[in-house]
């Protein structure tokens, strides 16, 4: 009996032990998950301003707290000044005063506050199932988050070369209505985290995903608003840019990058190779075609001398074609916005995209899927080759079944053949090439009359002769113009040329010979 009653009080003890350990493990915890919380509103403010620039304010509470403020020329613009009056107020508070009147919103971020557009209304919008199979158009829809699993408003989402974007909502929700069956490629980018890029295929359903993004590696100083000092050679840095980005062509002298200071560069004085990286979508207002282009910018290279053992990939572009040398490398996802103008802009729009779109890749890769690239205007070509020489002397006619092979009823193979490559360099890699030559109204003149092709006219945007490098032995483009493999593919001559400044968008297309094309 004796033994049992002690058993009971130690088993009385214990539990009483580890309540007092429960307790005191769940204030422990509430404390740790409250840290974030307390720290933010452990910043005070203090600060008292009558329609002060909101440049003068952010400043101030940078210098009162530990927080840091990123954003871009662009969205600082859009600020209104600001009237505030702050007695040792906590940061959010502050913060929320701050925005009050503001077209702008904001997220705290590691000490980080990231300043954004206004965010977007809860999306509520659904597309059923059955709707959606009835309009032969789909959707995308899904959730954005941190690697935390914290949900991120304000991350702009989008179908790489296409209208179709938008950005999450408060809840860090997204949807992309009126999609139709194919492969897309999927772009998810916020200001202080890495885009997330993948390739979505959309058949029979609608699709949802749920994105995270990984935290920029780049440092504070390259995305805030207080950046360190101005690099002295940035503006030759950034001249060399748009030349060799936006272009040289009458439609280049008509854009401009409204969020240059987004653009970070590095010289490398050995090598001899500028390169640029971009902190958040690049803004280019096209006042040419008429259009707002938000360009997330993955890669830039500028070469100085041509360097014959680099082996060039994703839309290299000859800056200097005849010499070889200038060589520039940008690759990127694009998406496009309209511009609103008054009809005399938009007649002159319209003849703009009309002659960037006519001859373009685009135009050429869409005829070639539709099998109408021969009537559209344009001829493939490869070099004239006659054993008893050691230079190739001109060019000869390909049939686009030979080089275009079906491979289902959306994809085809560019096919390069031992024959379709005559090689001059032995440092060269690549497996095939071949000349694209587009005339609307004589596709065809140069071979009727025999006449060779004279290269040294490559100059100018009226020369629409376009050459083809090919570094893999197969090639596959889909009916949403998706290359693949993207990196073993490059593009010489007038494609080169056009640059950013001609680009139009997937859902634009001219058939001015009444084929069927297709359309998006």
């Given amino acids: 009996m004796f033994l049992y009653l002690t058993i009971i009080s130690i088993v009385r003890f214990l539990k009483k032990q580890l309540m007092k350990m429960k307790l005191t493990l769940i204030f422990f915890i509430t404390i740790c998950l409250g840290n974030t919380a307390v720290k933010v509103y452990a910043q005070q403010i203090s600060l008292r301003e009558v329609n002060a620039p909101f440049e003068t304010v952010y400043k101030d509470i940078q210098k009162q707290t530990d927080y840091h403020f990123a954003g871009t020329t662009e969205l600082l613009n859009k600020a209104q000044a600001v009237s505030v009056n702050l007695v040792n107020a906590p940061l959010n508070e502050a913060l929320a005063q701050i925005f009050s009147d503001q077209p702008l919103s904001y997220t705290i971020y590691n000490k980080m506050v990231i300043i954004k557009d206004k965010e977007m209304p809860e999306i509520k919008e659904k597309v059923s199932p059955v709707d959606a199979v009835v309009q032969d158009n789909y959707s995308i829809s899904g959730t954005v988050s941190d690697e935390k699993g914290m949900t991120l408003p304000g991350a702009t989402v989008f179908l790489t070369n296409t209208k179709n974007a938008t950005s999450t ?86 854009c401009k990058i409204l969020n240059p200071d987004v653009l970070n560069f590095h010289y490398d004085k050995k090598t001899k190779i500028l390169t640029a990286t971009a902190a958040d979508l690049l803004v280019i207002e096209n006042d040419a075609l008429g259009y707002q282009l938000k360009y997330l910018l993955k890669k830039f290279e500028f070469y100085d001398k041509y360097q014959p053992k680099i082996v060039y990939g994703t839309y290299r572009v000859y800056g200097n074609y005849r010499a070889y040398d200038n060589v520039c490398y940008y690759e990127g996802n694009p998406y496009f916005e ?67 092979v079906t491979v289902d009823k959306n994809v085809k193979a560019l096919v390069s053949k031992p024959d379709h490559h005559f090689v001059v360099n032995p440092q060269d890699t690549s497996k095939g090439e071949f000349y694209i030559v587009y005339d609307e109204k004589q596709p065809h003149l140069f071979l009727q009359t025999g006449s060779p092709l004279n290269f040294s006219d490559i100059s100018s945007e009226n020369d629409q002769l376009s050459k083809i490098r090919t570094f893999a032995d197969t090639i596959k483009i889909d009916d949403e113009l998706l290359i693949n493999p993207t990196k073993d593919i490059s593009f010489l001559g007038y494609w080169a040329w056009g640059r950013i400044a001609e680009l139009t968008p997937l859902e634009y297309f001219v058939d001015p010979l009444g084929t069927k094309e297709i359309t998006k």
């Fill in 169 to 254: 909502d408060n809840s860090g929700k997204f949807i992309l209505n009126g999609i139709s069956p194919g492969s897309y490629e999927f772009n998810v980018k916020m200001l202080g985290f890495e885009p997330n890029i993948q390739i979505i295929k959309v058949y029979d359903k609608p699709v949802n995903l749920f994105v995270r993004l990984k935290e920029s590696n780049i440092t504070l100083n390259e995305v805030s608003i207080n950046g360190g000092k101005p690099d002295p050679n940035r503006k030759r840095y950034m001249k060399l840019f748009i030349e060799n980005f936006i272009g040289k062509s009458a439609s280049a002298a008509l």
């Fill in 338 to 404: 309209e511009l609103k103008g008054t009809e005399a802009q938009q007649q002159q729009w319209e003849k703009n995209r009309r002659t960037a779109y006519l001859g373009s890749y685009r135009h050429f890769f869409r005829s070639v899927m539709n099998n109408t690239a021969a009537q559209a205007g344009f001829a493939i070509c490869q070099y004239q080759y006659k054993p008893d020489r050691i230079y190739a002397t001109g060019l000869k006619h390909c049939d686009f079944d030979s080089v275009f």
